[in-house]
């Protein structure tokens, strides 16, 4: 069964600070794997995803992210922080649909802040 | 392109009522999949429904059901409301059917619970 976790339910940078947000994953399989925001009173959007082509995947808003299987992790990363990106992130996996039943675990969530 | 549109956006019930929430996916979209975020514990996965059937469930109790109509609509319903079913609930569609879980989710703006 796959699982998620997520280091850290707090995150505060300053505006133009890395943003780093980790995420691990528990799979028996090489999972599917994805980024979600949430802003408040919202629904989820889905940032990028993982789907075993290229380890460093680009999504919007400048947020990209790399696998890297021997830690199982798809930590995301954006150089800069913008006020805007103030939000909830959720790390969500998934497994390659060997079965008929599977879907999509998210983890718990980290909020983000960003300091003027 | 019309997103996922959910209905009512809020709703207020007294415990032991019912309640159903609607949700309409995205046009072409065939797989539904519904989910309970509450502060505590997060996201967690109702039900998938794909082509009319329930394809996956979650590990909630039998007060909690869905359906899904021809044209892709879902409904959920719960039945003898409790205080603790105070949650967002949130509707997720896929163009994918149940099994191919690559291309993430497109979310709704959710419904918002409160059990008085």
């Known amino acids: 069964a796959q699982s998620v976790t997520q280091l850290g339910s707090h995150v505060s940078v300053s505006e133009g600070a890395l943003v780093l947000l980790r995420c691990n994953y528990s799979s028996s399989v090489p999972p599917y794997l994805f980024w979600y925001v949430q802003y408040p009173n919202q629904g989820l959007q889905l940032l990028l995803k993982y789907t075993s082509a290229a380890t460093l995947v680009k999504g919007i808003n400048g947020f990209e992210a790399e696998f890297k299987k021997s830690e199982t992790s798809f930590h995301l990363t954006k150089p800069s922080a913008h006020m805007s990106d103030a939000a909830e992130y959720f790390c969500?996996?998934?497994?390659?649909?060997?079965?008929?039943?599977?879907?999509?675990?998210f983890g718990p969530g980290t909020s983000l802040s960003v300091i003027p | 392109k019309a997103g996922v549109t959910q209905t009512p956006r809020y709703l207020i019930k007294t415990r032991g009522q019912q309640v159903t929430l609607s949700c309409s996916p995205i046009s072409g979209h065939r797989s539904v999949s519904w989910y309970q975020q509450t502060p505590g514990q997060g996201l967690q996965f109702l039900f998938e429904?794909?082509?009319?059937?329930?394809?996956n469930k979650g590990n909630f109790p039998g007060r909690f059901s869905g359906r899904q109509f021809s044209n892709s609509r879902s409904e959920m319903n719960v039945s003898t409301l409790e205080l603790g079913d105070s949650a967002l609930y949130l509707c997720?569609?896929?163009?994918?059917?149940?099994?191919?879980?690559?291309?993430?989710?497109?979310f709704g703006s959710g419904t918002r619970l409160t059990v008085v």
């Open positions: 997720a569609s896929s163009p994918a059917s149940p099994g191919l879980t690559n291309y993430g989710y497109t």
């Open positions: 969500a996996v998934s497994g390659r649909g060997r079965t008929s039943y599977d879907k999509v675990i």
């Open positions: 429904y794909f082509s009319e059937t329930q394809r």
